[in-house]
């Protein structure tokens, strides 16, 4: 074991990401491998590696990557995602983790490529009148990183058009609540649609 405090800081963020990652498939967020973990950590950051299944990932396979996606300590590939964790930490300051989310009614919503309007009172708080869907880009590459950071803007969440979910925070037990919280959002959104449809038809 290592005495240097950076190192300690590091294993204790790495347990971090795992326990969140795991939280996150256990909460139906994800399925097998899908989405992904990160948290800034120095000049770079730490993410859940790529194509593990959360219930057989460990703490070394939550790979530290520099800015530019390049590992510097780890087991594995970094997630194939990286492109876009970096780019948000670029461009936002403010933010610390990230929980990038596959959640089914989200990413439904982010399917029909539709802005997901918030319509529940404590939503607003969280995330305003809306959550905007970022425009459509292959998985990977800058172009989606570039689109993500668009469409989040200054806010805490996007969705991902025909893919998924973003959620970004100070911290990553905040970045998991506010992905619980988008799709608890996109689930009552689409519930209140029926009501409306079954009233539509009544009227
Ligand atoms: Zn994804």
């Known amino acids: 074991m290592s005495n240097n405090p950076q190192d300690t800081r590091l294993d204790r963020l790495r347990t971090q990401v795992l326990e969140i990652a795991q939280r996150m498939a256990n909460l139906g967020l994800v399925r097998a491998s899908s989405g992904n973990v990160s948290a800034r950590f120095g000049k770079g950051f730490l993410i859940t590696a790529s194509g593990i299944p959360y219930n057989?990932?460990?703490?070394?396979?939550?790979?530290?990557?520099?800015?530019?996606?390049?590992?510097?300590?780890?087991?594995?590939?970094?997630?194939?995602e990286w492109?876009?964790?970096?780019a948000i930490y670029r461009e936002r300051g403010d933010v610390a983790a990230i929980v990038h989310t596959h959640s089914p009614y989200a990413t439904s919503v982010a399917i029909a490529r539709s802005t997901l309007p918030i319509v529940h009172d404590e939503g607003r708080i969280l995330f305003g009148e809306e959550i905007l869907v970022a425009s459509h880009s292959s998985p990977g590459t800058w172009e989606l990183a570039d689109a993500?950071?668009?469409?989040?803007?200054?806010?805490?969440?996007?969705?991902i058009a025909d893919h998924g979910a973003v959620a970004v925070a100070e911290s990553l037990p905040e970045a998991l609540t506010l992905a619980e919280k988008i799709e608890e959002m996109a689930q009552l959104f689409w519930l209140s649609l029926f009501i409306k449809e079954k009233d539509g038809h009544r009227n």
Do not use: C
Not at 83 to 86: E, K, L, Q, V, Y
């Open 56 to 80: 057989e990932l460990e703490s070394n396979q939550i790979i530290e990557v520099n800015p530019e996606g390049e590992k510097k300590s780890g087991t594995g590939k970094p997630s194939s």
């Open 83 to 86: 492109r876009m964790h970096a």
């Open 148 to 159: 993500v950071v668009k469409g989040l803007g200054e806010g805490n969440a996007v969705l």
